[in-house]
Structure formats: structure tokens, C-alpha cells
């Protein structure tokens, strides 16, 4: 039997998807953040990470999935089945992890199983009070997608008063750019991590979608000023973050599972608290529009 070398190639590829489907699953410390359903955190800080002209922002976790997310048919504009929020700051930007739409006559062409890693910005809202947005999509067969082993997530944004720019990273690989014409929203919603209230933001664009919580844990996040990491090829990223002069915040998470609130380890104080169904810790400074949503809402 001769082989050449695309038929060598085609091997190795076949070879490393099935390392990938057998791998084992990693450790996973005791400091994490876990989520119940219904659960997520957030830094309501309005201003600080949507400031994305001049140099832009890096936005970045690493995330450990126990499971994979369901199709969804996404019939109820309300409730968004089978989606997980990463992380978001809604009317602005937000990553989400989700299974097929069923809607979609693209998206069921693909395998039973199939996920999809939606990196996506808003724009602001136009003179008919519209916004733009822009995203992409990483699609993952199911025997690529990283069941129990930790991931790193990345999106990269920066813009002007007319355009957005962005790059986005999964598993440590550069996974393209994209640009939109109008330029990023900005409104004093919080940055969620790992899930989402079921809340309409009027400030700008509406985002009242009710996410999932995530089904997995998140070990930490970090936001820096500028860009980390170049466009091509794979990524070298340590699997503990580091506090630098670039960083913004910094989130370990070594309060462990069920903390009502965690320490931003960058030292400029960003603390993240807990929503939903996980205990809010009062905090001592004046309400924001966040902070009246919420003591409305819940």
C-alpha cells in the first residue's frame, strides 16, 4: 500500500479528531465559579468595559463544559433554549456557546450534536432606533467539542464613533476578524459571566433574552486594554492569567463555588457579585441604573 502525502495528511487530521473525542477529562481546583440554573455574576461598573476606542479590549475565560447544549428551536423571543452565555455586556457584545437551530435550514445541515460558538457585537442604535451588529460563528462537529477539558475563550474589539473591528479566539486558535460599519453600542447594563436575568435594558438596544446558565465552570477572566493576541494561527496562552499593566480586571475565583461576591485580583477593585438564584451582596455606593432594574426585578 503507498500512501502520498495528502492521504498522510488526512490520517494525522483523522487521527488527532480521535485524541480529541478520547481524551480524558481534566482536574478541575476547587476555586471555580459554578453555577446553579438560573444563576450568574456580574461587575456593574457602566462605562468600564464597553470603553473599547483608541486601543480597544481583549475579553477573555477559560471554561470547563460538562455538557453539550441542546438544539434549540428558538420559537419564544423571551427564552433562548439551548444557549449558554460566556460572557456578555448586553447591547454592547457577547459570547455564547449553543446548539443547532432548528430554524435554521443552514445549521441543520450539519450533524446532530453540532454546537456553535457565537462571538457578536451591537451596534448603536440608528435614527429609526435600530441597532446594527455584526458576529461570527465557530462551528464545532461533535467530536470536537471539548467535553470536560478546559478551554480558552477569546474576543477582541476595538472601535472608533463609525466602525467596530473585532478577532476572535477558541481553544487557543484564531478564528478570523470582522467589521461593521456602525460603531459598538455603549449602555449601563453589567458584564454577565455565565448567564443572564430575564431583563429588558431600554438604555440603547433591548436585550431581553433569557439565556441558560452555563453547564460547566469558569476558573477565571480576564479584560485587558489592547490587544493580546496577533490574528493567525494558534495562541500561546498560560493557563492562570496574569495581572499586568494591560489589565483591566481579573477574575480567579478563588472564593470557590457559592461566593456572593468575588475579588478582582487586578487591583483596580472590579468586583464581580452574585444574580439569580445565588444570594446578591449589598454594596455600599450609589444605584445605578443596573441596581434599579435589579430591585425591580427580582
Known sequence: MTFNTASIFTLIACFLVVLHAFAQPEEVPLDVLELRPGGYVYADYPGVF????????????????????EDGAYTLPEVREGQWIIFAKPASYYVVI????????????DPKGSSFVHFATAGQPTAKGVPGGGGAIVRLLPEEYPLSLWVHIAYQIVGSKHETNRMYYFDQKYFGKGHKATAIGRTPAPL?????PLVKFKEGAEWGDKYESMKGYIDEVRISEG????????INVQRHFLADAQTIALWRFEEGPGASSYADASGNDYTLFAGGSLSVHPRDRVATTWGSIKRGTF
Do not use: K
Open 50 to 69: 464597553d470603553n473599547i476606542e483608541g486601543d480597544g479590549i481583549t475579553i477573555e475565560a477559560w471554561v470547563y463544559l460538562m455538557a453539550r447544549p
Open 98 to 109: 449553543r446548539g443547532r437551530n432548528l430554524l435554521s435550514a443552514l445549521e441543520t445541515r
Open 192 to 196: 454577565l459571566i455565565g448567564g443572564t
Open 227 to 234: 490587544f493580546r493576541y496577533a490574528p493567525g494561527g494558534e
